[in-house]
């Protein structure tokens, strides 16, 4: 890992760039995925499932003997600690329901919101080296609690032609309508324009890599809505002195086993505390599974020694973190002066783990420092909120010589007539 101490402010914007990701140079190529798939349907996407996924498939659809088969094979303690992390995640997500509002801005205007549901949303749950059944959970629960009329799945198979038990034992529970045996572009490209199996949605949601980015931000341009734009997971540490090395090493790597592109950063003001935790690094990383996808991604990590907390707390905040730790003495403190990050995870005990699993909050957040802009899902983003007015001609003979008089001004003669022959014909009633 790289080690920095006690950088200058001209370094930062350097210090905190994240490992390139040229998604543009996939666009040709994506495009011409999507574009078979908008004319070949079904035909198209099962091609690529030969071609990407090395399955040979019939159908698209995952059938019902399929769901049964997955749920005998997944085991009693996994579907335990699936129902406590989607009950978990169910409680925290009711818990945003949106009230409405309504308000009269004048005697006689009355203007209101009501949130609605998206009605027809896709989810993309990746296979690859880790089957994310964790990612159906998070984003299939708030669409339920939403309203959401259809939910639909698409995550590849495996050679066998069969999806992950866990997969969709999971789906089971979160209450998905309907699962598709499709991944990458293809996948995107048969919920974005739809297939003679798979429904055209309204929103796409979910994680993937480059190439499953690509897509999703090529079908935005005008086909279908997207959650995020999306990039590789990261993790920052803020830490102090007191903070536990081998804790702190831990949640490091815990992100860093993600993929080979993952950053994990240390933010700290203590030179003992990231010479500790160096060597916690060098113990624990030889006894991970994923060692050397772990090992790769700490090439593009750091550990970076401020002066004090304060400026520790500016890095992070310029940095932006998709998920952010704190373990420091005053994290109550220093937590109300973070004001860009996905999730944050105070004091030694929060891990990011309980976040990616079952604590309730969202594992679905923005990396690539898009926390600046953009909130993780949540229920809203399931919902769509309209706007309602009710105008009686007391109210439209208050407002309507300022509409009267902007559209003037805007030179939107029609504009102002909508208004001018209202107001006459209340004159006229008179």
């Known amino acids: 890992m790289i080690q ?31 574009s078979h798939v908008q004319a070949e349907g079904d035909k198209a996407v099962l091609e690529y499932e ?27 303690a996994l579907k335990e600690a699936i129902h406590l992390a989607a009950g978990n995640i169910r409680a925290f997500h009711e818990a945003q329901r949106f009230a409405g509002c309504h308000a009269q801005t004048q005697p006689g205007v009355a203007c209101w919101q009501k949130a609605v549901p998206i009605e027809r949303v896709g989810l993309y749950v990746p296979g690859g080296t880790a089957p994310l059944f964790s990612t159906v959970l998070m984003l299939a629960i708030p669409a339920r609690i939403a309203g959401c009329r259809e939910i639909v799945l698409c995550t590849p198979p495996g050679k066998d032609g069969r999806v992950n038990p866990a997969v969709l034992y999971a789906a089971h529970v979160a ?10 572009v ?15 949605v309204y929103k796409i ?18 086909d279908v809505a997207i959650d995020m734009p999306a990039g590789p997971s990261e993790v920052a540490v803020l830490a102090d002195g007191d903070a536990r090395p081998d804790f702190v090493a831990a949640d490091l790597l815990s992100q860093a086993e993600h993929g ?40 593009n990590s750091k550990l970076i ?3 004090d907390m304060d400026e520790a707390v500016e890095l992070v905040n310029n940095y932006a973190p998709e998920h952010l730790i704190i373990q420091a003495e005053d994290y109550a403190r220093i937590a109300k002066y973070i004001i860009n990050a996905g999730s944050v995870f105070l004091g030694p005990y929060s891990t990011e783990s309980a976040g ?46 300022a509409i009267q008089e902007m559209a003037a001004n805007e030179h939107l003669e029609a504009h102002r007539n909508a208004v001018t022959i209202r107001m006459q014909s209340l004159n006229t009633d008179l």
């Open 4 to 34: 920095i101490d006690y950088p200058s402010r001209s370094q930062w914007a350097e210090l905190l760039r994240r490992p390139v990701m040229n998604i543009e140079s996939l666009f040709d190529t994506v495009r011409d995925i999507l």
């Open 50 to 76: 030969r071609q990407f996924d090395h399955a040979s498939l019939s159908s698209l659809p995952v059938t019902p003997e399929e769901m049964d088969e997955a749920e005998a094979q997944v085991s009693d």
């Open 175 to 184: 209450g998905v309508s309907r699962i598709f045996k499709a991944g990458g």
């Open 186 to 200: 293809q996948a995107i490209g048969a919920m974005a324009y739809g297939t003679q199996s798979v429904p055209k």
């Open 205 to 222: 949601f979910g994680p993937g890599n480059q190439y499953v980015t690509a897509a999703k931000q090529l079908v935005s341009l005008r």
């Open 260 to 299: 080979i592109d993952s950053q994990a950063i240390l933010v700290t003001t203590s030179i003992p505390l990231r010479q500790a935790v160096v060597e916690e690094i060098g113990r624990q990383l030889p006894l991970l599974p994923r060692r050397d996808i772990a090992a790769r991604s700490l090439e």
């Open 305 to 307: 020694v401020a002066k």
């Open 356 to 401: 990616d699993y079952a604590s309730g909050t969202n594992h679905t957040l923005p990396t690539n420092g898009y926390a600046r802009a953009y909130s993780g899902v949540s229920l809203d983003s399931f919902i769509r909120k309209i706007t309602f007015q009710e105008i009686t001609p007391e109210g439209l003979r208050r407002i309507g010589p």
